[in-house]
């Protein structure tokens, strides 16, 4: 049965990380998702932290570079591939201490006049290295298309091309990372792709399109969407990873507090999303 995980790195943005873990446990949610935290994050603290606050770690990605000056990941460069394989161990450690069996690795942009298959093979080697070494924790590694309208060139910015690389680094240990907000920015028919791909899914994410504020205040129909992934037989975590148009309380109204927590979406009564 599906779990809703709030996002801290972007609907609690404005929030100090570690103060961030108890407002969403003071928000009724019983299970968290963040971006790595930066160079200056302790995961000792972090996971003291986290346990304290009584909270499950959906998901977290790997060292993604400096992600307000643009970077969207380290898979894709030689120049920094020393920096992506010593942080691995580090993020690795931090998931197993607490409970996490899902990481993100952001596949970075594309480098300028370099052939295609030597870009893709050169990533699926490092996601490759990346799952032998998170495969005896019993941890999946994902793979995020992300939408190259606003994220500059990047890798892999449809369902297809990440499944593309997927395919390349042959490791049973990978997945699919599906959210909703680039991958409707990007392509659309999601519908279609979800039922098409449902069992290559590892984690969902949930913001509205086209602005990447919360369900309800966009183009999509979460009603239908959510209907979808229960019909599909997907029962991992929800993500909710959008930026809040209004004050973070009001953003989750669609969402009552008394379903935040386990529940199979049949019995989801959502608010204004039909």
Not at 78 to 87: A, F, K, V
Request: glycine share 8%.
């Amino acid at each position: 049965m599906p779990k809703f995980s709030l996002n801290l790195s972007l609907v609690l943005k404005d929030t100090p990380f570690l103060e961030a873990i108890d407002r969403a446990a003071a928000l009724g949610f019983g299970a968290i998702e963040f971006w790595w935290p930066g160079p200056a994050a302790d995961p000792a603290e972090i996971a003291l932290k986290i346990k304290a606050a009584g909270l499950e770690v959906a998901l977290f990605n790997f060292d993604a570079g400096d992600m307000a000056a643009g970077d969207r990941g380290l898979l894709n460069d030689p120049d920094r591939q020393d920096r992506l394989r010593s942080h691995v161990p580090v993020a690795l450690k931090l998931a197993q201490a607490l409970g996490c069996t899902r990481l993100n690795a952001l596949a970075g942009h594309w480098r300028p006049g370099v052939p295609r298959a030597e870009q893709l093979a050169f990533a699926a080697e490092n996601l490759a290295w990346i799952a032998d070494r998170a495969r005896p924790a019993g941890i999946t590694v994902l793979v995020e298309p992300v939408n190259n309208l606003e994220n500059g060139d990047y890798l892999v910015p449809t369902v297809e091309s990440a499944l593309e690389l997927l395919d390349l680094a042959g490791r049973a240990n990978t997945a699919l990372q599906f959210d909703t907000y680039h991958l409707q920015r990007m392509q659309g028919d999601l519908t279609t792709r979800l039922r098409r791909h449902a069992a290559r899914i590892g984690h969902v994410q949930l913001a509205d399109s086209p602005s990447r504020h919360e369900p309800g205040t966009g183009e999509l129909n979460f009603a239908h969407l959510l209907r979808t992934l229960e019909e599909s037989g997907y029962a991992g975590y929800l993500g909710l990873e959008y930026k809040p148009s209004v004050r973070v309380e009001e953003s989750l109204t669609w969402l009552p507090a008394d379903r935040r927590g386990l529940l199979p979406l049949s019995a989801l009564r959502l608010t204004g999303l039909a």
